[in-house]
Antibody
Framework: EVQLVESGGNLVQPGGSLRLSCAASGFTFGNYWMHWVRQVPGKGLVWVSRIDSGGSSTAYADSVKGRFTMSRDNAKNTLYLQMNSLRVEDTATYYC??????????WGQGTLVTVSS | SYELTQPPSVSVSPGQTARITCSGDALANQYTYWYQQKTGQAPVLVIYKNSERPSGIPERFSGSSSGTTVTLTISGVQAEDEADYFCQSSDSSSSNYFFGTGTKVTVL
């Protein structure tokens, strides 16, 4: 079974840092692009970033560019999102999702990041 | 900026047809994808590349495209289809991805 499990969400103060992880299983992780998408509770989906299968190419939403860094360890089947200079508006549930070239499928269950003093 | 506009809500009686639109200038040249998100759950892909249906998605879900508007159609709506639906596309110039504003489907 293809599965993605996020972890690392927590309460952090504005200006702080956090690293999210996404553990993949049930498929050849290193063959797929991956994405992070976030969602404020009760609001819409917002794309955050993506990384290619080898980890050499990344892209970011303007709202996080320069503050967030996406990476992956294909040997560990794990995706990461390093979040620095966190702002209150970064508060959201963060989902990782696989990109087989035909939409984002599947998604993990999400991990909640709360930025508050 | 890249914008994908959806109606905030659609209400439909069981057995009827629900149509959800997604509009944006870039959709004329890019594929669109649709996701269903039920309360408290992660999104699920229901349509890819405008009109293709992933395995396991019921046949009552279909997609179509015309110019800068794409449409998700749910034929013979069932109570279990009550959810939020989001369209998604990408910007070829920036390699960025974008989601629509979302539509809440209510089954009366």
């Amino acid at each position: 079974e293809v599965q993605l499990v996020e972890s690392g969400g927590n309460l952090v103060q504005p200006g702080g840092s956090l690293r999210l992880s996404c553990a993949a299983s049930g498929f050849t992780f290193g063959n797929y692009w991956m994405h992070w998408v976030r969602q404020v509770p009760g609001k819409g989906l917002v794309w955050v970033s993506r990384i290619d299968s080898g980890g050499s190419s990344t892209a970011y939403a303007d709202s996080v560019k320069g503050r967030f860094t996406m990476s992956r360890d294909n040997a560990k089947n794990t995706l990461y999102l390093q979040m620095n200079s966190l702002r209150v508006e970064d508060t959201a549930t963060y989902y990782c999702a696989r990109d087989p070239g035909a939409g984002l499928d599947p998604w993990g269950q999400g991990t909640l990041v709360t930025v508050s003093s | 900026s890249y914008e994908l506009t959806q109606p905030p809500s659609v209400s439909v009686s069981p057995g009827q047809t629900a149509r959800i639109t997604c509009s944006g200038d870039a959709l004329a040249n890019q594929y669109t994808y649709w996701y269903q998100q039920k309360t408290g759950q992660a999104p699920v892909l229901v349509i890819y590349k405008n009109s293709e249906r992933p395995s396991g998605i019921p046949e009552r879900f279909s997609g179509s495209s015309s110019g800068t508007t794409v449409t998700l159609t749910i034929s013979g709506v069932q109570a279990e289809d009550e959810a939020d639906y989001f369209c998604q596309s990408s910007d070829s110039s920036s390699s960025n991805y974008f989601f629509g504003t979302g539509t809440k489907v209510t089954v009366l």
